[in-house]
């Protein structure tokens, strides 16, 4: 496979073309470092805050607990049913992204996405132990040998202690962090644990080592997406070939006919790049708007005295009206047009529904399922009983005592599985354990000449919340009654 | 076929052009390739480990001889090992003191509930409900040969009418009205009669003559007041249930042909814990009756009788 190809026929084939960005330091370096460290910081952190919730309660900021099916987000807590709350943060999300792309292009690609964030640190370890781009290129190219092989297996042990580091953070979203830690040293941590560990920490490794740019080049589906919502108002890093063609170095441009422009043709741009790519050919689908390239030919402009921001962050329509001789465009302009506000609208007002909804909901909900086979049931006295699953839920993190209630069914009275029929009445107590779901088995049984109705079941909670809205819910049913036939 | 190379990608075209639009052969990244072969081996090597190659008779059998029936087996296996201890305790506890111990009585629920709808569906319904005409509903607070824990244990062992068991549930109702032992006549008068006992009619003439043949005739299993008597599995007439009808015409032809329904003697088919757990669901249907409540129960019956051992 790694025999040459034949000059002239077209390979099926590429090898990757390995990429060593050289080091950097400008302004938005600058940026990209304490974007990576907030993110880092934000994913490493996050499980370790605690948040006191009483004593029924996990006291962990952020939990995602599968085993219980509830999700905590500081003083938010979610059950199974109210998922539609995370469908409405993902589309907070995803309509954030479409924000974010059409003010500033692929800011997303350049410095939050993990695939760079960690892409992003394997090389700075590369730079860290083989040195600058020059260095690894060398090393690159040299043959194995003692020296070589040391480097690299202290290259791979500090890899796969990234990634184990990665892997291993992640499994705290859903577990108590400090009990998970000590018990996954321990090696008495459920086996779903280690597996989750074992695969991040491979797929880490092997993305990030390995992969790198190719994920966005090929498998990312991303940067096609963004693609279509780019317009000629967006942000892309572009280079001012305007300006800067034909480029020449400044020895040539001294002898040459005609004056050269700006670019002084040194390739820092294309040293720089993270993705290997050559924003002088124009915008392409490999550029993950990083803008280094930006801070690499400033500080080459700032060497040979010349303007800076041969290459920088403008919308097409700007690169237009520059390129007419107009006057630079107003970025925030850009950022304020009537398609950015249709969206930060349609994001508010999702962000405000929930909201409402968050404040508005109860924590404490009955649902009915009504027995369908047998419908009713004659009794030997001629009553007619129905059979009802109740399901108390009591979303507080304490306790409580409520009370089932039939409203409208007038004569009915009923009994659960659990007591005897002799101490049938209008109403039961049941205590519900805090943050607990309590099903409860109900027949309700009503004389004979009842007529089939419609009626519900009601549930308040017995304390303070139980005398106004929040603490009470109600569902309706049906109570069935036999035809006329006998 | 003019293949060149693109002038501002320096890439191979394929060679064809559609009204001036060409296409570029760009090379596949390498690792594709490599990812491609990798998950060719990992399809050779599952296809020697797992069943997957159909040939006439039967499919190739994997070196690792799995099969999704074995597989079922082995689950099964699990789930009865696990369950095992539970049962033990099931079967060594006296039935009288099930209800006294809740996880006991909830795990012979749910197992009676999974073995009901394997046996009994078939004629008392999903539901339990029954047929009506056929099969009695076990949901109702009515029981023909008594309603506790134990009654119903014994009535599913030894069953209803069956031949060569010699506990089983067993009584005949004389075809009156086929066997000529009444009039047509006196039968709708004794029709009358038990219409009075629930209320379905009014006292009158017929009904004064057919209380004279009940006493006679229908009384000694009956029970002088119609109450029904459970050790005959005889129906109790003053109640709002008629397993084989209530109107004039249902009565008269039960009292002419007369009913005597089967149920198989289940110890010949289940063990004694699966039936256990199914008396225990059937119990837990809604109707069932504690021990000291079974009016008519018989006398061996009765002796650790309890108040109200419901939990």
Redesign the interface.
């Known amino acids: 496979?790694s025999a040459p190809e034949p000059a002239g026929t077209?390979?099926?084939?590429?090898?990757?073309k390995s990429v060593f960005p050289r080091a950097i330091d400008g302004r938005f370096r600058r940026i990209k470092w304490f974007w990576m460290g907030v993110t880092l910081a934000i994913y490493y952190v996050t499980p370790w805050l605690r948040w006191d919730r009483g004593p029924y309660a996990p006291d962990q900021a952020v939990l995602v607990d599968l085993a219980h099916r509830r999700f905590y987000m500081f003083g938010i807590e979610i059950w199974p049913h109210e998922f539609y709350f995370v469908a409405g943060l993902l589309i907070m999300a995803g309509i954030g992204l479409f924000i974010v792309t059409s003010a500033v292009g692929r800011a997303w690609c350049g410095y939050s996405c993990p695939q760079t964030v960690w892409t992003d640190l394997f090389q700075h370890v590369d730079r860290l132990i083989d040195g600058d781009r020059n260095a690894q290129m060398r090393l690159q190219a040299a043959p194995w040998g003692p020296a070589k092989i040391a480097r690299r297996l202290l290259k791979w042990y500090v890899y796969l202690s990234i990634s184990l580091m990665t892997g291993g953070a992640w499994i705290y979203y859903f577990a108590d962090a400090p009990t998970l830690h000590h018990q996954f040293w321990t090696g008495t941590a459920a086996p779903v644990a280690y597996i989750t560990v074992a695969v991040l920490t491979a797929t880490t490794f092997v993305l990030g080592s390995?992969?790198r740019e190719?994920v966005c080049i090929?498998m990312c589906p991303w940067p096609r997406i963004q693609t279509a919502m780019l317009d000629e108002n967006s942000l892309i890093v572009t280079y001012k070939d305007w300006r800067g063609e034909p480029r020449g170095s400044v020895k040539a441009g001294k002898s040459a006919a005609a004056p050269l422009g700006d670019c002084v043709d040194c390739n820092q741009c294309v040293a720089v790049c993270p993705t290997g790519i050559d924003i002088r050919?124009g915008p392409q689908i490999g550029c993950i708007t990083c803008a280094l390239c930006i801070d690499a030919c400033d500080s080459v402009m700032a060497q040979v005295g010349r303007e800076p921001r041969l290459i920088d962050y403008v919308t097409l329509q700007g690169a237009e009206q520059e390129k007419a001789g107009g006057a630079r465009q107003n970025v925030l302009r850009t950022i304020l047009r009537p398609r950015m506000l249709v969206y930060f609208g349609v994001w508010c007002a999702i962000g405000l529904m929930l909201l409402f909804a968050l404040g508005t909901r109860r924590h404490i909900d009955i649902s009915v399922a009504k027995?369908?086979?047998?419908a009713f049931?004659?009794?030997?006295?001629?009553s007619v009983?129905n059979?009802y699953t109740v399901k108390l839920r009591n979303m507080e993190s304490r306790p409580r005592t409520m009370e089932i209630g039939i409203l409208g069914l007038d004569r009915a009275v009923m009994w659960s599985?659990?007591?005897?029929r002799s101490a049938a009445a209008r109403t039961l107590r049941r205590a519900v354990a805090a943050d607990q779901a309590a099903p409860v088995r109900i027949?309700v049984k009503a004389p004979?000449g009842t007529s089939a109705q419609a009626f519900s079941f009601t549930v308040r909670s017995l304390d303070a919340e139980g005398a106004g809205k929040a603490g009470r819910d109600e569902h309706r049913t049906r109570f069935d009654v036999p035809g006329d036939g006998? | 076929m003019h293949?060149r190379i693109d002038e501002?990608t320096g890439?191979?075209t394929v060679g064809h052009e559609w009204d001036g639009i060409e296409e570029l052969?760009t090379?596949?990244?390498?690792?594709?390739?490599w990812t491609l072969y990798l998950t060719i081996i990992f399809a050779i090597g599952y296809v020697i480990a797992y069943p997957a190659i159909p040939m006439l008779n039967r499919g190739s059998e994997g070196m690792l001889g799995w099969t999704s029936r074995g597989g079922l087996a082995a689950e099964t296996r699990e789930a009865n090992a696990r369950h095992a201890a539970m049962l033990r305790q099931i079967a060594d506890t006296p039935i009288e003191q099930l209800p006294g111990k809740?996880e006991l009585m909830q795990a012979a629920v749910a197992g009676g509930r999974a073995a009901f709808r394997v046996n009994c569906v078939q004629c008392h319904?999903?539901?339990?409900?029954g047929v009506p005409g056929l099969y009695p509903?076990l949901?109702?607070?009515?029981w023909l040969w008594g309603g506790n824990l134990r009654e119903i244990e014994q009535t599913i062992t030894h069953g209803i009418r069956q031949p060569g068991d010699g506990q089983t549930r067993t009584s005949l109702m004389p075809s009156f009205g086929r066997d000529g032992m009444l009039t047509p006549g006196q039968i709708q008068d004794v029709v009358s009669h038990v219409r009075t006992l629930s209320g379905k009619e009014k006292a009158s003439a017929a009904s004064a003559r057919g209380a004279a043949i009940y006493a006679d005739n229908c009384a000694a299993c009956h029970g002088p007041a119609g109450q029904g008597g459970r050790q005959f599995g005889a129906p109790?007439l003053t109640?709002?249930?008629?397993l084989y009808?209530?109107?004039r015409d249902?009565i008269t032809a039960t009292l002419t042909n007369a009913h005597a329904g089967v149920m198989p003697a289940w110890a010949n088919r289940l063990d004694a814990v699966t039936i256990r757990m199914l008396a225990a669901y059937v119990h837990?249907l809604?109707?069932g009756e504690?021990f000291t409540a079974a009016p008519a129960a018989p006398a061996s019956d009765a002796p650790e009788a309890k108040a109200?051992v419901?939990?």
Do not use: C, H
């Open positions: 496979m077209a390979s099926f084939y590429e090898k990757r390995i992969l190719q090929y050919e027995d369908r086979n047998p049931m004659v009794l030997s006295d001629g009983r059979a599985d659990d007591m005897p027949y004979a006998e | 293949k501002p890439t191979q052969d090379p596949m990244p390498r690792w594709w390739l809740p319904g999903a539901g339990a409900a509903n949901n109702d607070d009515d109790d109640d709002a249930i008629w009808g209530g109107s249902a837990s809604g109707g504690d109200d419901r939990p």
